[in-house]
Nanobody, 127 residues
Framework: QVQLVESGGGMVQAGGSLRLSCAAS????????MGWFRQAPGKEREFVAA????????YYIDSVKGRFTLSRDNAKNTVYLQMNSLKPEDTALYYC????????????????????WGQGIQVTVSS
């Protein structure tokens, strides 16, 4: 059983930065990638970014490219989402999720392929 714990959220002014962490315990070698999703009030859940555990390119939605950066520490089973130049529209509950069924970028955005989810962490960006 994989458990995911997010940390690092909070409130920041527009233009500021936050770094989210997602620590995975119980991860097996079958896990292929870690994704980040977000959900703003009244909106559907949205894919943000994903990174494969075994190497390879990260993948971002257009609205965060150049501002968000994913990295991983395999020794710590932790993925980091560095968020710079934050905008009010980035305000949401952010979730990390682990997948063993999605093997490349063509399916990273499909939430239904992620088997384990964190509890979510709030990011609030004020204008």
């Amino acid at each position: 059983q994989v458990q995911l714990v997010e940390s690092g959220g909070g409130m920041v002014q527009a233009g500021g930065s936050l770094r989210l962490s997602c620590a995975a315990s119980g991860r097996t070698f079958s896990s292929s990638a870690m994704g980040w999703f977000r959900q703003a009030p009244g909106k559907e859940r949205e894919f943000v970014a994903a990174i494969p555990w075994s190497g390879g390119r990260t993948y971002y939605i257009d609205s965060v490219k150049g501002r968000f950066t994913l990295s991983r520490d395999n020794a710590k089973n932790t993925v980091y989402l560095q968020m710079n130049s934050l905008k009010p529209e980035d305000t949401a509950l952010y979730y990390c999720a682990d997948t063993a069924r999605c093997l490349d970028y063509t399916c990273y955005a499909l939430g239904e392929l992620y088997d384990y989810w964190g509890q979510g962490i709030q990011v609030t960006v004020s204008s």
